[in-house]
């Protein structure tokens, strides 16, 4: 099971790890905990949706996302407390922020509860989500920390809520190696693709590479991931193998992806991807498989 804050965050971060498990058949529940609704829209044709226009961003996004897991091979989706039920914060600190429906202003235990029944419900053995961070600092990414945190707690305890208790045996955190931003970003300017990224260390994301703990090869999925990603096309245009978001820096899409383990036993370590890649390389001592470990 993924929480993700906002329609397209799935394609990005963790879109060719989705198709890959669906593709073997694993049961891939992806939860949205918002309709994106303060996102800016790169076609011209479709600025009309945006939130000071005709605000009608966020159910063009359902359709969005619906598209994008049927390009990843995802049959399990459903939205934080129905469709609608939490509206997009937008970016720390603006106005929207404070609107009594925004996710950043979500109680905790009743969004909590909301995942919870998901949970029970599908019985995961692995939960996907953020960091502390948000990855990199939106107030939706941060929340969707937040709450799915507090329903990894609250699953097990027979004392909260309706349904059988269940304990979800691994929890991980997305990540993205600088290492691996390093070298897409070079990547880039050999290909003479415009990256506007001068010093990857200013970004708002990235880790180090001993920080990760799982590294999963889905480079035989990275057609897939691409698909999705076009059919995000109000949030992401695409020019394969490189996407840019509506700030148009340039990015790769990568079918290496990185996770830390933040609760559970971790597995034997895998072989791991090849650092030409998008792999960490030596020492090979991270696991190849989110399920690894798992009786």
């Given amino acids: 099971m993924l929480v993700h804050a906002h329609p397209d965050d799935e394609t990005i971060g963790t879109g060719a790890t989705m198709a890959k498990y669906a593709a073997e058949g694993a049961r891939v529940t992806l939860v949205t905990c918002t309709l994106g609704e303060e996102g800016e829209v790169i076609p011209a044709e479709l600025a009309h949706l945006t939130a000071d226009r005709d605000d009608t961003l966020g159910r063009h996004r359902v359709g ?114 600088r290492s691996s931003i390093r070298q897409a970003t070079e990547a880039m300017r050999e290909a003479g693709v415009g990256f506007l990224i001068e010093d990857v260390d200013d970004l708002p994301y990235g880790c180090a590479d001993e920080d990760v703990t799982t590294e999963i090869d889905a480079r035989e999925h990275v057609g897939a991931k691409l698909e999705a990603m076009r059919a995000h096309a109000t949030q992401i245009s695409v020019d394969a193998p490189w996407f840019a978001l509506s700030n148009n820096v340039g990015q790769q899409a990568l079918g290496v992806e990185h996770f830390i383990l933040r609760a559970g036993v971790p597995g034997p370590a895998g072989k791991g991807a090849p650092v030409e890649a998008g792999g960490i390389g030596e020492p090979y001592d991270r696991e190849d498989d989110l399920f690894a470990g798992i009786g």
């Fill in 64 to 177: 969005e996302l619906a598209a994008a897991c049927a390009a990843l091979g995802v049959t399990d989706h459903r939205f934080l407390g129905g469709p609608g039920r939490w509206r997009d914060s937008g970016m720390m600190g603006a106005a929207s922020n404070g609107r009594p429906d925004a996710f950043w202003q979500a109680d905790l235990d009743e969004a909590a509860g909301e995942l919870v029944k998901v949970i029970r419900e599908v019985r995961p053995q692995v939960l996907v989500t953020y960091d502390e961070n948000g990855f990199y600092g939106h107030p939706d990414h941060i929340q969707a920390h937040r709450v799915s945190r507090r329903a990894f707690e609250l699953a097990a305890d027979p004392a909260f809520g309706e349904g059988e208790p269940w304990r979800v045996a691994k929890f991980y955190f997305t990540a993205m190696t």
